[in-house]
């Protein structure tokens, strides 16, 4: 007799997962919603063909080649910086995500709509002001915010959440000014400046949006920040190790700047020793939010169900027969 085989795919971040994605998983394979820690990745990617996770897990070149039977990573977003991708070409191993899927990413707004949050949030204080009306206290002149309507936000990386934070900050009123190399630069939604460095001296709001990798490590640096209006605010939701945490904590210490907003840090999820945490702990000046930028139930209801089918795609090319 000969049966089809049913690979597995195993979900190593079950907690909420898409329940269409999943169905869309069963119909052709063997689904294993089990958690797996970087503890033991080993053993997880042993008994399973395809290994399905989002941001705890990280895969280096050893880790890669000693991956046994799995041959499919599969993970719903675009950084894919915590994958050794050079290992996984020379050992045949897939990498499915969301990189390079503009027409679907245009619709996955959750990153952009949390920079806005986070911008507001610092600028009127919402966060320092919410904790001291639980004290008991009603002090509105503390409080004293500022507008966005009529200041300037520079967008340093002007793809495709770049251009959607453009539009909501026109919206607003404000002038919109950008950096970024890259040939298709949107003209007609962003004023483009001749460098970096005249982006950070000339805007009020900072905004990081540019993929991570070995050129863009540390791109906002002592120098950079040291640039900027002592009172403008940086605002990082693309990856922490864009921004070197350390200056940036140095800099809010001693007023270089007003304040910065980040959902993303260096290292992360291992955060401990962080110069930006013990800043935040002391200081209403500087905000922090557990990477959760793309953390809402309609990104990730779409993004999974999207990935889903990419998988369920590879597993039938080709198809796999076993004989019994």
């Known amino acids: 007799m000969i049966r089809r085989y049913r690979p597995v795919v195993r979900i190593a971040e079950p907690e909420n997962f898409s329940p269409e994605a999943l169905a869309?998983?069963?119909?052709?394979?063997?689904?294993?919603?089990?958690?797996?820690?970087?503890?033991n990745l080993h053993d997880a990617l042993a008994d399973c063909d395809v290994l399905w996770f989002r941001l705890g897990l990280r895969f280096n070149a050893l880790t890669i080649k000693n991956a046994g039977r799995c041959s499919i990573l599969a993970t719903p977003v675009t950084g894919l910086d915590?994958?050794?991708?050079?290992?996984?070409?020379?050992?045949?191993?897939?990498?499915?995500?969301?990189?390079?899927?503009v027409n679907f990413l245009n619709n996955i707004r959750a990153t952009s709509e949390l920079t806005v949050g986070l911008t507001l949030s610092l600028l009127r204080n919402i966060p320092a002001a919410t904790t001291d009306v639980t004290l008991g206290h009603w002090d509105r002149d503390a409080?004293?915010?500022r507008e966005l309507f009529g200041s300037t936000v520079g967008i340093v990386g002007c793809g495709r959440i770049g251009r959607h934070l453009a539009s909501y900050y026109r919206a607003f009123g404000m002038n919109v000014i950008g950096y970024d190399p890259r040939t298709d630069f949107p003209h007609?939604?962003?004023?483009?400046?001749?460098s970096l460095d005249e982006l950070m001296?000339?805007?009020?709001?900072?905004?990081?949006?540019?993929?991570?990798?070995?050129?863009?490590?540390?791109?906002?640096?002592?120098?950079?920040?040291?640039?900027?209006?002592?009172?403008?605010?940086?605002?990082?939701?693309?990856?922490?190790?864009?921004?070197?945490d350390r200056a940036l904590?140095?800099?809010?210490?001693?007023?270089?700047?007003?304040?910065?907003?980040?959902?993303?840090?260096?290292?992360?999820?291992?955060?401990a020793g962080n110069p930006l945490l013990e800043l935040a702990r002391n200081t209403n000046r500087m905000l922090i939010t557990p990477h959760i930028g793309g953390k809402t139930r309609?990104?990730?209801?779409?993004?999974?169900?999207?990935?889903?089918?990419?998988?369920?795609?590879?597993?039938m090319q080709p198809a796999q027969l076993v004989v019994a």
């Not at 869309?24 to 503890?39: D, R, T």
């Not at 990798?213 to 640096?221: A, D, K, Q």
């Not at 309609?298 to 597993?315: D, G, I, P, Q, Y």
Request: charge should be negative.
């Open 24 to 39: 869309i998983l069963e119909e052709h394979a063997e689904v294993l919603m089990e958690p797996v820690s970087q503890e």
């Open 82 to 101: 915590k994958i050794d991708l050079e290992a996984c070409d020379r050992h045949h191993m897939r990498v499915l995500s969301l990189r390079g899927e």
């Open 143 to 145: 409080w004293c915010g």
């Open 188 to 194: 007609d939604q962003i004023e483009r400046v001749d």
């Open 201 to 244: 001296q000339r805007a009020d709001v900072v905004s990081l949006h540019v993929a991570y990798n070995s050129s863009t490590r540390h791109l906002i640096g002592r120098r950079e920040i040291g640039l900027m209006k002592k009172s403008a605010i940086l605002v990082n939701t693309a990856r922490g190790g864009v921004l070197d």
């Open 249 to 271: 904590a140095d800099a809010i210490i001693r007023g270089q700047i007003a304040g910065a907003a980040v959902d993303v840090l260096d290292g992360e999820p291992d955060i």
């Open 298 to 315: 309609e990104s990730c209801e779409k993004t999974e169900r999207f990935l889903a089918e990419k998988v369920v795609k590879a597993l």
